[in-house]
C-alpha cells in the first residue's frame, strides 16, 4: 500500500474537507474546512516553504473572514467559486513541491543502493540558482563558486519567468540601486510566478520599512548591499542543507482504550506516528524499542500512577530528555505542580482540545530534537561532533557483513592558521564552513560526516573500496582549492586540505577496531602533509 508523505496527507484532507462543504455547504463543514487549512498553513511554515506559506495564509485569512456563524452560510456563488480556484491551484502546487521533493528524495534513495557508486550529485531544479537583475561580474564570480559545488546557476537580467512556473530552485533577485517602486511590484510577481521556489533580496536599503514590504510579499531572505560573495553563497548552500525531516514518534500510555483511540487519531492527523501503551509497566522496554520524541501518560492508572512512570523513566540517564505531557481530568493545581516537579515537562486537562494537544506536542518535540542536534552536532559547521563521530563510525563498523569494507578519511585544512592570523577567525570560520557543506553535498546521505576538532574532519564512506575512495576525495579537494574566499581587505585567497584514507576491508585486524583505524587514517594524513599538502594519501601507498 502506498503510504501519501504528511504534506500530501494534509492536501488531500483539504480538498476532501472543501468537497464536503460544497455537498453540504453548512458552518460545521466550513469549521472543518477552516481547520485543515490551518493545518496545512502551520505545515507550510514549519518547513520554511515561504512561497506555499505566503499562498496558503492568504487562502486561510479569506476563510476566516467568511467564517461567521450558522447564519453565514453557505458563502456567495461566486466567493465559492473563487475559494473553489485558489484551492485547486493550491493544491495542485503542493503536489508539485511534494513531486519535487520526492525526486530528490528518490535519487537519495538511489545513491544508498549497495551497488550505488559513492558519489553522485543531483541534478534537478532545485539544485538551480536563478540570477536576476545587472551585477555582472560578480554574477560571473556566484556562478563559478556555486559550480564547484554543483549547482548551476543562471543569469535572467529582469525577466521574469512563466507564469506558474513549479520550479524548486532559488532565485536572487538584486534591488540595489533601484527604487521600492521599481523593485516591490517585480518581487510580488516573481513570488506569484515561482511560489515553490526560494527568494532571496540582496542590495537591501538597510531600513525597517524595505525589508518589512520585501518580507510581507514573499521574499524568503533579505541581505544587505554590503554583503560580501561569500555570504550570498552561504544563504544558497545553507538552504541545500535542508534534510527529510522524520514524523514525530509519540508514545501514548493510557489505559482507557477509547481515550487512546482519540488521541492517537487527533496526533496521526498532522502525520505523527504514535503507539500506544496500555499496561504502564511495560513502559521502559517500549520506550527503548519505539524511541519516541514525546511521551503522552495518564495520571491515574490501575496499578501504577503517571507520575510514578515518569519518575521510573527519569532514573535512566538516556531518557532524561524525553519530554512527558501528562494528560488528566485533574485539575487540582497543587498535584499538577507537584505531578511536574516529578518528572513531567507539561499537564493538560481532559477533556483536551486536539488542536492545543497538536501544538504543545510539535513544540516539545522541536525542542527535544534541537537539544538533541546541540549535543550530537558540531555548532558552527552542523556536521557530527567528535564524540557522536566516533560513536557513528563504531556502529557502522559492527554493522558490516562480510565482503562489505568502510573508509575512514581524515582531512586537515592546509595552512589554517595562517588564515585565521591573516585574515581573521570569522574567516577562517567561513572556510571551515564551506568544506563542510561542500562534503554534504558531494558525499551521500548515508555517509558519516564529522568535525573532528579544530580545522580536522573525519568521514566514513560505507561500501566504498580503496580506488574509489581516493577518488571521491581527490576530486572534492580539487574543486574546494578552486573556490574563492574573501579575507582582509576583501583579498581574494584560496586554501587546500589533505587527506588521510584507510579501508578496513584491506586488513583484518581493522575489521572491527575503529582506534586502529583511526590511527591508520590519521598516519596517511600527516604522510600527505609530509609530500606537501593538497593530496591524499591511501594508508599503505
Excluded at 160 to 182: F, I, K, N, R
Excluded at 318 to 340: C, D, H, W
Excluded at 495 to 524: N, P, Q, R, Y
Aim: aromatic share 6%; glycine share 8%; charged share 25%.
Amino acid at each position: 500500500m502506498l503510504t501519501l508523505s504528511p504534506l500530501l496527507q494534509k492536501e488531500r484532507a483539504l480538498r476532501l474537507a472543501w468537497a464536503k462543504y460544497l455537498a453540504f455547504p453548512d458552518f460545521e463543514h466550513f469549521v472543518e474546512f477552516s481547520l485543515s487549512l490551518n493545518n496545512c498553513t502551520d505545515a507550510l511554515s514549519q518547513q520554511s516553504q515561504t512561497g506555499l506559506h505566503h499562498a496558503c495564509r492568504q487562502l486561510e485569512q479569506q476563510a476566516l473572514a467568511l467564517f461567521g456563524d450558522e447564519n453565514s452560510h453557505p458563502i456567495a456563488e461566486d466567493i465559492m467559486n473563487s475559494l473553489g480556484d485558489q484551492i485547486a491551484r493550491l493544491g495542485g502546487l503542493l503536489r508539485r513541491y511534494c513531486a519535487g521533493e520526492g525526486e530528490i528524495a528518490e535519487e537519495r534513495r538511489a545513491r544508498e543502493k549497495p551497488d550505488a557508486a559513492p558519489i553522485a550529485r543531483i541534478t534537478n531544479s532545485a539544485q538551480q540558482v536563478f540570477l536576476m537583475g545587472k551585477r555582472g561580474a560578480r554574477w560571473h564570480d556566484l556562478a563559478t563558486q556555486l559550480g564547484y559545488f554543483g549547482i548551476s546557476a543562471h543569469d535572467h537580467g529582469w525577466k521574469l519567468p512563466a507564469p506558474d512556473h513549479s520550479g524548486l530552485g532559488v532565485y536572487l533577485l538584486d534591488v540595489g540601486e533601484q527604487h521600492a517602486t521599481h523593485w516591490l511590484p517585480t518581487l510580488r510577481q516573481l513570488r506569484e510566478r515561482v511560489p515553490l521556489a526560494r527568494i532571496v533580496c540582496l542590495g537591501m536599503p538597510n531600513e525597517f520599512a524595505a525589508m518589512n514590504q520585501a518580507l510581507q510579499v514573499g521574499a524568503d531572505r533579505c541581505m544587505a548591499q554590503s554583503a560580501s560573495l561569500q555570504q550570498i553563497l552561504s544563504q544558497v548552500l545553507a538552504h541545500r542543507e535542508t534534510e527529510e525531516v522524520e514524523s514525530y514518534r509519540v508514545l501514548i500510555v493510557e489505559d482507557s482504550r477509547t481515550a487512546a483511540h482519540v488521541i492517537s487519531r487527533a496526533l496521526k492527523e498532522y502525520g505523527t506516528l504514535t503507539r500506544t501503551l496500555y499496561d504502564p509497566l511495560q513502559t521502559l522496554s517500549v520506550v527503548r524499542q519505539f524511541q519516541p520524541d514525546l511521551i503522552l501518560m495518564d495520571m491515574y492508572m490501575p496499578g501504577c500512577t503517571g507520575v510514578e512512570v515518569a519518575r521510573v523513566i527519569r532514573q535512566h540517564d538516556e531518557f532524561l530528555s524525553i519530554p512527558i505531557v501528562y494528560l488528566s481530568g485533574e485539575t487540582n493545581i497543587g498535584l499538577q505542580m507537584e505531578a511536574l516537579r516529578l518528572g513531567g515537562d507539561q499537564f493538560l486537562t481532559k477533556p483536551f482540545n486536539p488542536v492545543l494537544v497538536n501544538a504543545v506536542v510539535k513544540s516539545k518535540i522541536d525542542r527535544y530534537r534541537e537539544l538533541r542536534r546541540s549535543m550530537q552536532n558540531d555548532s558552527l559547521t552542523g556536521l557530527l561532533n567528535h564524540i557522536s563521530s566516533q560513536q557513528a563510525l563504531a556502529a557502522a563498523l559492527e554493522g558490516l557483513r562480510d565482503g562489505e569494507g568502510l573508509a575512514v578519511v581524515m582531512l586537515d585544512i592546509d595552512h589554517f592558521k595562517q588564515v585565521n592570523d591573516t585574515h581573521g577567525h570569522p574567516v577562517g570560520d567561513q572556510v571551515i564552513r564551506s568544506l563542510a557543506w561542500m562534503l554534504k553535498q558531494r558525499l551521500r546521505h548515508s555517509d558519516i560526516i564529522g568535525r573532528y576538532g579544530g580545522e580536522e574532519f573525519v568521514v566514513g564512506l560505507a561500501r566504498a573500496r580503496a580506488n574509489d575512495a581516493v577518488e571521491i576525495l581527490d576530486r572534492i579537494r580539487s574543486d574546494f582549492s578552486r573556490i574563492t574566499f574573501h579575507g582582509i581587505d576583501d583579498t581574494p585567497f584560496c586554501t587546500s586540505f589533505s587527506v588521510g584514507i584507510a579501508v578496513c576491508a584491506e586488513s583484518a585486524s581493522m575489521k572491527k577496531d575503529l582506534k586502529t583505524l583511526l590511527e591508520a587514517a590519521d598516519s596517511a594524513l600527516y604522510q600527505a602533509k609530509r609530500q606537501g599538502r593538497n593530496r591524499v594519501v591511501l594508508t599503505g601507498r
